[in-house]
């Protein structure tokens, strides 16, 4: 029990939370600088006030702080991980993406089982130990993935979502990167920037078939979750080296 309540300080304490962020590294934090702007600025530009607009603002907020955390393994990631995948849930079911829905829903899901495992592999710096992921653990989950893949399209095509072979690959790449980050894995990055790549492309579709200017700011989320991914892996793979 007292483990337990050790790790729901740490993630959910406002002082955890706030020491979690100042301590960032300074290239850490001007890209978190620059993911929050490219969110703003994306909303002022915008005519769209709605409540749909609102929330996903709040969504692209949460999803950079919650990354800019799990870059540098802070433990205070899974408070801003269940306040984004929360509310990208609603705007994911709105534009009727059900990849994106059960790939948020599961993510919901996993931040429970993260804030318990990292707690547990925290170094000196109060830092996640990054970990190696084996070859036949490696061929295990590439199966799993394609498995995946294929029964959430079977799905996707019954409910006559959008977009339906690329947003089919959402969940299965999403189940990959959100197990591998909840067990300290570094290769989770590859599958994050996989997941970028196709939501890059969904959501610049979706520009076209939406109405109201949500799309764009989803747009503009995913291109600086890209980025971001792309800084993660640099990040993890050069800490493992040293």
């Known amino acids: 029990m007292k483990q337990i309540n050790e790790s729901l300080r740490l993630t959910f304490s406002p002082k955890a939370i706030w020491q979690d962020l100042v301590t960032l590294k300074q290239a850490t934090k001007g890209l978190l600088a620059l993911m929050i702007g490219a969110q703003v600025l994306t909303f002022s530009l915008s005519a769209d006030r709605s409540g749909l607009a609102w ?8 999803a950079v702080i919650n990354l800019a955390l799990v870059d540098q ?5 899974f408070f801003w991980g269940l306040l984004c995948t929360a509310a990208w849930l609603i705007v994911a079911f709105h534009s009727r993406t059900f990849g994106d829905v059960f790939a948020q829903g599961f993510a919901f899901v996993m931040q429970f089982f993260g804030i318990r495992l990292w707690a547990r592999a925290r170094d000196d710096q109060g830092e996640l130990k990054a970990k190696a992921l084996s070859k036949p653990l490696a061929l295990t989950v590439f199966i799993l993935t394609i498995a995946t893949y294929l ?6 095509k019954h409910l006559h979502g959008l977009q339906i072979y690329l947003d089919s690959a959402v969940l299965p790449l999403n189940i990959v990167g959100q197990v591998l980050m909840t067990y300290g894995y570094r290769s989770q990055w590859l599958a994050w920037i996989l ?5 890059v492309t969904v959501w610049a579709r979706n520009i076209f078939v939406l109405d109201g200017s949500y799309a764009v700011s989803m747009l503009v ?6 980025v971001n991914a792309l800084y993660g892996v640099w990040y993890w793979y050069q800490k493992s080296k040293n």
């Open 55 to 62: 929330l996903t603002l709040w969504t692209g907020l949460a």
């Open 195 to 199: 997941v970028d790549v196709v939501q």
């Open 221 to 226: 989320l995913q291109i600086v979750m890209l």
């Open 73 to 77: 393994g802070k433990q205070s990631n």
């Open 151 to 156: 029964v959430v399209l079977s799905i996707s």
